[in-house]
């Protein structure tokens, strides 16, 4: 551990995992299993198309949701657009500005327009008085992300649905296995969509599923899947290409076999982080919102940085070079990326985001899954107390670099042809 | 062999391949040594997003194609709207009748409007006349077909690009490794897109590819292909998610090292079937146009029943019923697949198609590949020519079942309760 500032990576250190630790390094289990399963696919010849495989895995999701039907897809940004097609979207569609960018761009590809509504400060989920907001004419949906893993307040939200005659897709990229209110989510609104990409706790590689329990929006789904075949020589609907292939849907059924061990390992990690920032000023964890249940597959940080003594981009700068690949998802924010921005006013934003504005700048999320270990968490904490401890100091050397720290070497933000760069 | 006509199959015969044939049977070569890529892929820990195996495989796509880029994409599909969004097609987009659906679906799920102009009756790719009768002020793109693998008319639809100032894009998801004029497909139009799905003759499980010489272009398709991402926290561009990930990558760079295996074993299929048929009247197997070189990956038949004696769907039907599960494609034509046909008159057909009507109802597909021995085309040979003997009794025997002839019981078009349904 660091006994100095100048100690730091940041600042000229060895950084102290030269080895990075990341948020969302892939869940392998079963390595030997699974190579066994890859080689029975490839003995098949049944590689795509329907195969028994993507028949497990879709059963395996439903089973885990309670839910009637699930349409395995390549990834969740094809699976949004599928299940809008299929709910027939039209027109505007509210979605929180505190997302993953992909939620937004999966409306906006094909045609509708989104309209960013804020989130709630504790949960970080859509706020539903912000959706009131938002509503207008030519409103046809929400898209409610049950971010982090963290159950939105499907209730507040169905009601605003049910009133207004909208359809409700939630994004349940994050949300496999979390639970609310007794019920799985995947039986929310009318549909729910997850991503089973690498970087999700439970994954197929690349992967998504939309999960409903209308066995119409189903069949629609499938359709829509495979290019909107209903026969050997009938096109019912404009579909495209959506499928899961074996190999991908091989790797899912062994993780989700996994997930009772890979959501014990996040759990255990989740208690551990809150141990070793509990006792620090102005650094907090996002607690999951009451009376659900979460999968606990990201770990997020609050910071204050008036109490904390360092601001969230400071701090991701400080972990960062010590090769502890910290994230501040979403910056710069939906409702600040490009294509929204620039778009005429009113388009994408008609209401304010105070919500989303104050968490772009003050969240942080923390490597766990199973390729973090106890003792990496425990590094990461005496990590973070030091940079507490000693925030004046680490103030003052920011401002003779003038805000220029040094960067791990494996750091796809660093620049290529120098390891000093801007940070935050 | 067959020694009368109430031992065919489809009369209730035994069926000649109790194993069928297939159009599109996957070619897997090598399969000890994908298996270990794939191992060390799953030990690597990097199983998509930028890994080094898609790297690998784009420059083997780049260099079979003579091109400077190729950007890998999840499927073809896919990589047509990905394509058609960065070269900023908008309004009409000409595209041939006589293709797969999602030539026009991929079109029309980003809003485009596709147009169908007819092919030629010797090459079965877009005839030039009929693109010119097609032209609209609202047309702002061509996407012809390099349909079988046989490479457009390249010159005269360039001329006319040029001449309206349209942007050009090829659908080459048949058409990889084929070449005109001394140059491999790749480097035509703007951009090509390929398709390496599982029943192409390479393939990478599910996979597609759009290739390119233009720097800027490649650019914006790669940021389209992860979420318009152009930066840790940049999003320039609305994108989606058109990643191929590791495990695919590792299939289709092995599918590529076996190129000259497969398409020698596809050029000796191609040769025995013309010997086989060629003494046959009217049943001819469609010629490569001169000047260029194809993979052969299709066998693709043309039946002139008034010659024959048969119909094609007569044919196909006997062919089906013996486990041969030749194919039609494209019944029933762009143009009549609901999602067009229903639309507005005018919209999407606004000039006679005679030449895609009258393929539609005379070509046949026939199985090929590393799957299909010599000895299968000998007995598919025999078939066809005791079919083509015995024309007037079986059409006596199918007039006398009113049409309806027994299916092979893994026919997937045959109906799950019966094995007798109406054919053609």
Redesign the interface.
């Known amino acids: 551990m660091k006994s100095a500032v100048l100690q730091l990576a940041a600042f000229g250190g060895l950084p102290l995992f030269p080895q990075p630790v990341h948020v969302g390094?892939?869940n392998?289990t079963d390595?030997e299993l699974?190579?066994s399963d890859?080689?029975n696919v490839?003995?098949s010849?049944h590689?795509?198309?329907h195969g028994p495989r993507v028949k497990s895995f879709e059963q395996a999701v439903s089973r885990v949701c309670g839910a009637k039907h699930c349409v395995a897809i390549?990834?969740?940004?094809?699976a949004l657009?599928i299940a809008a097609r299929a709910l027939q979207f039209h027109g505007e569609v509210i979605v929180p500005a505190f997302t993953?960018?992909?939620t937004?761009?999966?409306m906006?590809?094909?045609?509708l327009t989104p309209v960013f509504a804020d989130v709630t400060e504790d949960t970080h989920t859509l706020d539903p008085a912000s959706v009131e907001a938002c509503l207008s004419p030519r409103t046809s949906a929400i898209v409610p992300v049950h971010l982090w893993g963290h159950v939105c307040d499907v209730d507040s939200l169905a009601r605003i649905a049910d009133r207004c005659s909208l359809k409700m897709l939630f994004d349940s990229s994050h949300a496999f296995g979390c639970r609310s209110g007794g019920k799985s989510v995947g039986v929310f609104g009318d549909a729910e969509v997850f991503s089973f990409?690498?970087t999700k706790f439970v994954?197929a590689?690349?992967g998504g599923a939309i999960v409903t329990n209308s066995d119409d929006l189903a069949d629609r789904c499938r359709r829509l899947r495979a290019?909107?075949?209903s026969g050997?020589?009938?096109?019912?609907?404009?579909?495209?290409?959506g499928?899961m292939?074996?190999?991908?849907a091989a790797?899912g059924l062994r993780s989700i076999a996994s997930l009772p061990e890979i959501l014990s390992a996040n759990q255990r990690n989740r208690q551990l982080y809150e141990r070793v920032v509990s006792h620090l000023n102005g650094i907090r964890l996002l607690a999951c919102p009451d009376g659900t249940e979460t999968n606990s597959q990201y770990v997020v940080a609050v910071i204050d940085e008036s109490h904390f003594g360092l601001s969230r981009d400071q701090l991701v700068a400080l972990l960062r070079a010590e090769g502890v690949f910290a994230r501040?998802y979403f910056?710069?924010g939906c409702h600040r990326?490009?294509?929204y921005r620039d778009a005429a006013p009113g388009i994408h934003q008609r209401v304010p985001l105070p919500v989303t504005e104050r968490l772009l700048q003050k969240v942080l999320q923390l490597p766990t899954g199973l390729?973090t270990t106890a003792e990496d968490i425990l590094r990461i904490g005496g990590l973070i107390s030091f940079a507490h401890r000693n925030a004046t100091e680490i103030r003052r050397q920011y401002s003779l670099r003038m805000g220029r720290t040094r960067f791990h070497e494996a750091d796809?933000?660093g620049t290529h042809d120098s390891s000093l760069r801007e940070a935050g």
Chains 1, 2 share one sequence.
């Open positions: 390094q892939p392998l390595r699974l190579l890859l080689e490839l003995k010849g590689l795509t198309n390549c990834n969740a940004t094809t657009q993953f960018i992909a937004a761009h999966a906006e590809w094909i045609g990409h690498a994954h590689v690349e290019f909107g075949i050997l020589t009938e096109v019912s609907d404009a579909g495209i290409n499928k292939h074996e190999l991908s790797a501040s910056m710069p990326s490009s294509p390729a796809p933000s």
